[in-house]
């Protein structure tokens, strides 16, 4: 029944930075093509989707990292809500992870420094990925609920 009760945890907390994410990214893909109004969204639904990106980039380039230097059972600062994403990421291309922590973070501080800068579509390249593999490890998720 832990088994249970864990799947059904993960996948619930899965499904929610998943929901979270996709929302962001699309008031982000509004902003870029100037239609939040057409929405019904404002300013201030874009800055929460700011927000948003740069807190998940910021938590997953720092579960990420850890994976790769020296992973550890309980970091402290790390929302471990992301391991699952993390070794995801990491096993994209475990030669170039590096790299691409480093994507994870530049972006992340382009967004700290331009809050109201819309992003580009590299940026929305990399977010579209970093959701696939979200995607990915919630159908596992749920998946992983029908096992038991």
Do not use: W
């Not at 993960?10 to 998943?18: A, G, I, M, T, V």
């Amino acid at each position: 029944m832990n088994a249970f009760a864990y799947s059904s945890y993960k996948h619930r907390s899965d499904q929610d930075l998943l929901d979270r994410l996709g929302r962001a990214i699309f008031v982000l893909k509004l902003q870029a093509q100037d239609r939040l109004l057409a929405y019904g969204l404002g300013t201030r639904d874009a800055d929460d989707g700011h927000a948003q990106v740069e807190q998940f980039l910021d938590d997953l380039g720092r579960c990420t990292s850890l994976l790769i230097l020296e992973p550890v059972d309980d970091p402290e600062g790390v929302n471990m809500a992301f391991t699952g994403l993390a070794d995801r990421f990491v096993d994209v291309n475990p030669a170039d992870v590096s790299d691409r922590v480093a994507e994870l973070i530049r972006l992340r501080d382009r967004l700290d420094r331009e809050p109201d800068a819309a992003l580009k579509e590299r940026d929305f390249r990399l977010l579209d990925g970093i959701q696939a593999l979200l995607e990915q490890e919630t159908a596992e998720g749920v998946r992983g609920l029908y096992a038991f």
